[in-house]
């Protein structure tokens, strides 16, 4: 690792992991974003909108940034904004992890909250309306929008160039889909370089974007609940399929991973990683399967890893843990067959 100047420079070269391979050689392989600064992937997308901004004239020196954020996305703007010289507000709801709102005080973020503190659903139509409308009225401001940005998915080409440096080609690209920046970013530009994976996005069961009846979920920085607009980030014409995964099945994954391997994952990549542990078996022989991890567990200490809080809203699902535990026993690359590491 060279020596930087800025935090900025450290996103990226994010490390591949091989979580499962099946007797066929079919290997699931996670990419760990939460080895970026902020521990989260959308770092890279914060950064390409504020640097699209400055390219198109739409933030002055010394300007102001606002954003809607259920943490992540803040947490990048703050970082950006401290390094480029940015006063950056971040509208939030009390669904976002409280260790996400406090770190963006830390770095100097402004909340601005559109729920009680007594109030913990998840708000996000609210909270663009609110941050829309800041921005309209301040002269000085930008609203990064980053549903609508086009910058949101080119922060994530990058992520497609380090996978193609790491493996031969990626057969299945199974990610969760919120804004749809990760999934659709790495996608379009893995297609610019040659290879056309199978793209399955992931969304939380009571999220719209994949059709179905909405309802409340607890999983964080994903989906799209009911009430908010599909942001143009979700480009349907490059997914293939679209599957929903429940708040149980998602955090008891997390749970187990992290129970089984010391690895800590956010509650959605929990969701992916279910989705993609559920059908292994039934992708093609010698598949690579790859999932973005778009953020570590640490974040989640008082949430998803929490006994109490989980049984308070009735999310503990032991069942589904051992379920997840079997699978991990039994597609453990350690265990895989001679010929497999041989051919590797």
Request: glycine fraction near 10%; aromatic fraction near 6%.
């Amino acid at each position: 690792m060279p020596l930087v100047t800025r935090v900025t420079d450290l996103i990226g070269r994010t490390p591949l992991f091989e979580l499962a391979t099946t007797a066929t050689g079919t290997r699931l392989l996670l990419k760990l974003e939460q080895f970026n600064p902020t521990g989260a992937a959308k770092i890279r997308m914060a950064r390409a909108m504020v640097l699209d901004a400055e390219q198109r004239g739409l933030l002055a020196d010394g300007g102001h940034i606002i954003e809607s954020t259920s943490g992540n996305t803040g947490l990048g703007l703050a970082v950006v904004a401290a390094e480029r010289g940015y006063r950056f507000t971040a509208v939030v709801d009390h669904h976002a992890c409280k260790d996400k709102l406090r770190a963006m005080r830390a770095m100097g973020a402004e909340l601005v909250f559109v729920a009680d503190e007594d109030d913990d659903n998840l708000a996000t139509s609210a909270r663009e309306d609110l941050a829309e409308a800041m921005a309209a009225g301040l002269s000085d401001a930008y609203f990064t929008e980053q549903h609508n940005n086009d910058a949101n998915a080119v922060g994530y080409y990058a992520v497609a160039e380090e996978l193609l440096e790491d493996v031969e080609r990626v057969d299945i690209l199974l990610s969760a889909v919120g804004t749809g920046g990760s999934l659709f970013g790495t996608a379009t530009r893995l297609r610019q370089l040659g290879c056309t994976p199978r793209v399955i996005g992931v969304e939380p069961v009571g999220s719209i974007a994949f059709g179905g009846p909405g309802g409340p979920y607890w999983q964080s920085g994903t989906g799209t609940p009911p009430g908010a607009t599909i942001g143009t980030a979700v480009d349907y014409s490059l997914l293939d399929e679209g599957v929903k995964v429940s708040d149980t099945a998602a955090f008891a994954t997390a749970r187990a991973i992290a129970a089984k391997l010391g690895l800590m994952i956010g509650g959605s990549a929990g969701g992916s990683v279910h989705a993609a542990l559920t059908r292994l078996a039934e992708f093609p022989p010698g598949s690579t399967v790859v999932t973005i991890v778009c953020d570590g567990g640490e974040k989640y200490l008082d949430t998803v890893f929490d006994d109490d809080w989980m049984k308070d809203r009735d999310l503990l699902d032991t069942a589904t843990e051992r379920e997840v535990l079997e699978m991990l026993d039994r597609y453990s690359p350690t265990a895989r067959p001679a010929e497999l590491v041989e051919a590797r």
